[in-house]
C-alpha cells in the first residue's frame, strides 16, 4: 500500500520513511503542505496519509481541512503528526478530520502499528464500497443477460421523460419482443433459450449508441429508449435493430440458431406519461405481430396528447 508523508523536517520525513519502508509500505514524499495538497488531489493519491502539523506554505490541519472538503468516493485515512501534546491540541486536530494523532518524536513501534490501523481500515472502506457497488449492480441489472432489469429501465424512462419536458426535445421506445421464444424453450430447453436472451442481450450492446438505453422487462421483452431531435424519424434505429437480429445466428449449445424480433414503437414529445407511451408501444408490438412478426410497426390509431406516431 501507498503512504504519503508531508514533513518538512528532512530528519523526520528520512525516519518517517525508513520505517514505513522497512513494513512494506511505497512511500510517496513531500516536504510541505502545498506538496502534499497538490498529490493528494491525483486521482491516484495514496490513501493512507502522514501529515505534520506545522509546515510551510499550507499547515497540516489547513490541509486536512482541504481533504475533508473534497468528500471523495474513497476517503483518505489521515494521521496527523506533531510535537504538540496537550489534549486540547489533541481535540483541534481531530476535529479538522485527522482519524489519529502521533506526537514527535515518534516511537517506531507505535508509528507501524498506527499505520497498520489506516492500513485496515482503507482495505475495509474499500472492501464495503466494492459490496455495495456489487449490491447495486445486482439491484439494477437482469443477472441473466446483464441488461438493465425492468425497475432500472422504467426508472430511467421516467428521468428521460422528465427531461424531455424541460428540453422540448423528443424520446422514442421499442418494445422488443423475440418472436416465437415458446416454440424455441419448447424445442431446445430453456438453457439453450437462456443463452439466446444472452445473445440478443449482447447485439443489443453492439447496436444501440452510448446515449441509448435498453433493458429487460420480463421474458423474452426487451425496450430500448432513444433520444430524438424534434423533427427526426425515429424509426431508422429499431429497423436496424431488426434487420441485425434477423441476419446474425446466436451460438448455443444446441448450434448456432436464427431468430427474429418484433418492435412497437412510440415517440412523445412532451405530456405523454410513462404508461401512455408504454401502452402506445405495446400496441404497435401487437400491430407488428399480427402483420407477421420480424418487423417495427408504430400503432396507427389515435394515441394520447403528447404521443406521438413516428414516421415509417
Known amino acids: 500500500m501507498r503512504v504519503l508523508i508531508a514533513e518538512d523536517d528532512l530528519t523526520s520525513r528520512i525516519a518517517l520513511a525508513g520505517v514505513l519502508r522497512k513494513n512494506g ?47 471523495p468516493d474513497q476517503p483518505f485515512y489521515i494521521i496527523l503528526l506533531t510535537s504538540k ?28 502499528a498506527r499505520v497498520e490501523v489506516g492500513r485496515r481500515m482503507v482495505e475495509m472502506q474499500d472492501a464495503l464500497i466494492d459490496t455495495n457497488n456489487k449490491l447495486a449492480y445486482l439491484a439494477t441489472h437482469d443477472p441473466l443477460t446483464g441488461m438493465l432489469n425492468r425497475r432500472a429501465i422504467l426508472d430511467h424512462l421516467h428521468k428521460e421523460l422528465a427531461r424531455v419536458g424541460r428540453q422540448n426535445t ?4 421499442g418494445m422488443c419482443d423475440i418472436d416465437h421464444f415458446k416454440h424455441i424453450n419448447d424445442t431446445y430447453g430453456h438453457q439453450t433459450g437462456d443463452e439466446i436472451l444472452c445473445g440478443l442481450a449482447q447485439i443489443f450492446k453492439a447496436e444501440i449508441r452510448e446515449y441509448d438505453s435498453a433493458g429487460r422487462i420480463g421474458g423474452e ?14 424509426m431508422p ?18 448450434g448456432e440458431l436464427s431468430i427474429s424480433l418484433s418492435i412497437g414503437v412510440a415517440c ?45
Open 221 to 234: 421483452e426487451f425496450l430500448l429508449i432513444t433520444p430524438v431531435p424534434t423533427g427526426t424519424d425515429c
Open 170 to 173: 423528443a424520446l422514442a421506445v
Open 268 to 312: 412523445t414529445v412532451s405530456g405523454g406519461t410513462v404508461d401512455e407511451l408504454l401502452e402506445a408501444a405495446d400496441k404497435a408490438l401487437y400491430q407488428a405481430k399480427s402483420e407477421g412478426r420480424n418487423r417495427v410497426a408504430q400503432h396507427g390509431e389515435f394515441l394520447p396528447e403528447g404521443v406521438l406516431q413516428c414516421v415509417s
Open 25 to 71: 509500505y511505497e512511500v510517496v514524499e513531500t516536504v510541505n503542505g502545498s506538496e502534499a495538497w497538490k498529490a493528494l488531489q491525483q486521482p491516484d493519491a495514496p490513501r493512507l496519509v502522514i501529515l505534520d502539523w506545522e509546515m510551510p506554505e499550507i499547515d497540516g490541519l489547513e490541509v486536512l481541512r482541504r481533504i475533508r472538503s473534497l468528500h
Open 85 to 112: 501534546e496537550d489534549k486540547a491540541d489533541v481535540i483541534i486536530g481531530l476535529d479538522a478530520g485527522a482519524n489519529d494523532y502521533l506526537v514527535k518524536p515518534f516511537n517506531a513501534g507505535e508509528l507501524r
Open 237 to 254: 434505429l429499431f429497423e436496424r435493430l431488426c434487420q441485425q437480429v434477423a441476419g446474425n445466428q446466436i451460438v448455443t449449445k444446441s
